[in-house]
Structures are given as C-alpha cells and as structure tokens.
C-alpha cells in the first residue's frame, strides 16, 4: 500500500526510508476507522474538490484533510495506539513483521504488558490518580 500511494504521489517507487513514513501514515488511517472524524476530513477534502477524473490525484487531497483533522481529541487516539505498538516492539529485535517465524513470543508479551498495566491500575487507584489510558480500548 505505501509504495502504491508513493507511487501516486511522486510517480516513482519509493526506498525503503520514503516507504516508511507513509507506511505510517496509513496505519495511523486505518487505526482510526472509517467514520472518525479523521477520516471524514480525508473524505470531505476529496469530495470538496471536485470531479474525480484520472488526470486528477486525490491521495494528496485526501492526506491533507486527514492531516486537518487530527489531534488528540479526533484522531490521536491512532497517533497514541501507533506509539504504543512502535514501544512494546522497540529493541525486540524484529526485522520484519510479516514473517510468520519472527520468533518473539506475543503471548508473553502481552501477558506481562496486562499484568504491569494491572499493578499500575492497582497502584493509580491506590494513590487517588489515573492510570494511563490504553489506545484502542
């Protein structure tokens, strides 16, 4: 999907550095859902400009109306669930995420993210405070 949309928008296929950021750009859209009001600025600005003919590229419209319509009350809630995944994998050593043999163990890891955040929630309670809010949920 990035180099497809990398594509469209520069017209060349993208290394893997330009592939990247739009990769992430694109998770952050899909991790919103298709009514957020991210994703209706996306829409809105696309729909706004006019005919949808093949000379026309709407990728870049649609970016930017997304772009225009995120933040933490509408949309960071992607921002934060993308945050979120980059630091429970950061230093696990994955190379590449589609490999079925990537050898980390995801179950243990999501068991002792579940059993820290249950101390951390015991612990907020406790003190009177909040506990940080898990993206997604």
């Not at 949309?5 to 952050?28: R, S």
């Not at 991210?38 to 729909?47: E, N, P």
């Not at 955040?117 to 909040?130: F, M, S």
């Amino acid at each position: 999907m990035a180099d497809i949309c990398c594509l469209a928008m520069t017209g060349k296929k993208p290394d893997p550095t330009e592939a990247l950021y739009v990769q992430i750009l694109i998770g952050l859209l899909i991790s919103n859902g298709p009514g957020s009001i991210t994703a209706q600025g996306a829409k809105g600005a696309v729909s706004a400009d006019g005919p949808q003919t093949p000379d026309r590229v709407q990728i870049n419209k649609a970016m930017v109306g997304f772009l225009t319509h995120s933040g933490y009350s509408h949309g960071g809630n992607g921002f934060e669930g993308m945050a979120f995944l980059l630091d429970q994998f950061r230093d696990k050593g994955l190379k590449d995420p589609t490999d079925p043999n990537h050898g980390l163990d995801l179950t243990a890891m999501a068991r002792d993210f579940a059993l820290a955040y249950k101390r951390d929630k015991a612990t907020a309670k406790e003190l009177g405070t909040e506990v940080r809010a898990l993206p997604g949920v």
